[in-house]
DNA sequence: TATGAATGAGAATTCATTCAT
DNA sequence: GATGAATGAATTCTCATTCAT
């Protein structure tokens, strides 16, 4: 007795649906990170949680790094915005500061991802997705960047500059950061103090604060 | 099922042989680390390539991450030399910029293992074997930060300030470096540009002339 | 890094169809034990042998383990139809004892199972296997003992005394064979004369014997 | 410079010494057994725990498997004693099945040792070791035979008879002992009673019961 | 006698990707 | 469009045993 399949998934035809798909796998690929980590996010997973087929998934991305960088755009685009919407022109650098840190401090998908943007990401992606995707970013840069301009008053050009180094400090102190390491208790009081040096909220704070110094010096 | 054994390498009975077998894997990993990069050494080709069996391996470390946190240990020291002897008193902002560029360009090593210390080397070495590189690397960092001190005219303090914002910006921006792909002649000339922002060499040289402004600064 | 696929076995799509590979799996396992033995069958080699991919396994049986429960419960359910079909109502108890050894040395393959399962097997299966695994196992057990008590006119509850006793003999004198051992001929007579007190026919027909004998009795 | 060599262990040149010695090593196998398991006894856990190094536990034992050869033959004649002590003359059945029941619970050594003997110690040790080892016990099983016709009233030859059933018993019983499974909470009920069914305590004491009916009865 | 450095075979499992249906 | 069965490469670590010293 033949059976039956089980029952496809509805189709997605129009524009719309299928970015409307689109969307929901990276929305599981979002929640599968914040529970358990960008390393453990596996295509089955990603397909059961999004209610489809492993297959299915490939319809809408080629590689699994193109989900990342996907995911990397999306990341970059709210981390932009909460950035943006936190600097406003005449405040004091060290409520810029303090802005730009509690920015960062929510979007750690964002750090994430782009530790591994051009480690991994960048290798794995066909060149013209890789070539939409810069595209993508570049106004969003440029925004930041203008948006740094007019609320700190740099020169022109500054704001490219400083959100360069800012970006590098970001990813670098993010990598530093010893993480849970901090809090194991059967680790000795000295080391401790080691371990501590290299906390992301210190590194990163200490050195948004020299950038910053150093961009209105120069 | 009990297995058979054979005699093969010369063994290393003295604590000073033992130091020399394990400084050879050491060397045989960095070698084939130049070659084909940090991630494609496994035990077996180390094994290989030393010249020994995979077992013995085993007698030395306990791990692979252990393997990559003493090649971390070694790198760390001699980008810390070099760091240290390009760094003269007296020098200028301009010279000791250079200087430092100049001196990591020489160590990709050091920054490929940096990268992945904290992320996952540390997960996976036995806490003793954490504690004890911990302890070891405290001292280089000191030394570093005192040269920094003395040869760019810091006050006390300020050159682990100023030196702990360095790391993180190496970091961060051998992270953001898209390496190759920048020379990609596939690109279309836009794209291309948007790549060279993230370019190690501008990234990272930027980046220290604004910490190095700040720091004078602040 | 991307793996390759590839097309090669059909595919089995239907649950018949899927039953049938599975089954295929199970009946390589079987013939690879008869050759070799239970302990050197590996995945590789069952995957080989079964002209399927490692991969492909592991989407009919979670561990290498599972094989095994698997084997085990279509081992039991083979000796309890030899035996079940060898006891018949009213027969002599020299006649029960015979065909009950006689089912049992036809079936090495349930015995070399049994001896593992608690061991090794159920130490390695996911609780939920194990738990259908029981309550598959019961029924056979029950039928059993039933047909005990029904051939030997046993009364009721008796029957599953026996034959855990049965079981336990059987397993036992298994392991005490000394196989091949009593066949060496470079072992001097009266050391063969000691081993061959752990033969498993004698071992096992005598203790049956006694069991019956017991059973009778009590 | 050289270096001085760790000093050696005091040779052991006399037979008392060397048996010394040896028993040392015993004591070791069997102190990590009590611990860790059969099982988990390596070679180099042994040695470390003799005070020994490894190399020098193959001036005493050829192979690991005679390590476990010795250990049994202890145990052996250790369970043989408290059978021995436990069965008097004129006992009553019950009270020979509790004694016997009581002597085996506390020798867990001996049970899991001659489980393994026929399978894995026996194929692993030189034939020699293997015929004295043979020899050895036969006046142990002679003992407890001897020990069991007359404190039990057998004819003669019953002793052999029922002591080889009861070795069988005793060996399936354990096979099929589930251990900790039964105590696990996550256990569904029914399951739990399935699995209660194979509890060494219930198989071991049933079967012993049968058994000693039969051979009174025969 | 004692040591301990060296050996090396051996095996389970995951998961991105493909493509027949 | 959707499905999900099939693929197969890739790698770590253990430990009994040997033998040069």
Chains 1, 2, 3, 4 share one sequence.
Do not use: C
Not at 47 to 53: D, V, Y
Not at 92 to 104: G, K, L, N, Q, V
Not at 109 to 135: C, D, H, M, W, Y
Not at 150 to 176: I, N, P, Q, T, V
Request: proline letters at 4%; glycine letters at 8%.
């Amino acid at each position: 007795m033949p059976k039956k399949a089980a029952p496809a998934q509805r189709r997605a035809r129009t524009p719309d649906q299928k970015q409307d798909r689109r969307a929901a796998i990276l929305a599981a690929a979002v929640a599968h990170t914040r529970e358990s980590g960008l390393d453990s996010v596996t295509m089955a997973g990603l397909a059961k949680r999004a209610g489809l087929a492993k297959g299915t998934l490939y319809l809408y991305f080629e590689t699994r790094e193109e989900v990342f960088l996907a995911l990397y755009l999306d990341a970059l685009a709210q981390w932009a915005s909460r950035i943006e919407a936190a600097l406003v022109p005449g405040m004091s650098d060290d409520a810029a500061i303090a802005a730009i840190a509690e920015a960062t401090r929510g979007a750690p998908l964002f750090i994430a991802l782009a530790s591994r943007l051009s480690g991994v990401i960048e290798q794995n992606v066909p060149i013209a997705t890789l070539v939409a995707a810069k595209r993508a970013s570049l106004p969003v840069y440029l925004s930041v960047a203008g948006r740094l301009e007019e609320s700190l008053g740099l020169a022109a050009g500054d704001g490219m500059r400083f959100g360069s180094a800012l970006m590098a400090l970001l990813l670098g102190a993010a990598g530093m950061d010893t993480g849970d390491l901090a809090m194991r208790d059967d680790l000795p009081g000295d080391v401790r103090d080691i371990v501590a040096l290299s906390r992301f909220e210190t590194v990163f704070g200490e050195g948004v604060r020299l950038l910053l110094a150093g961009i209105r010096r120069s």
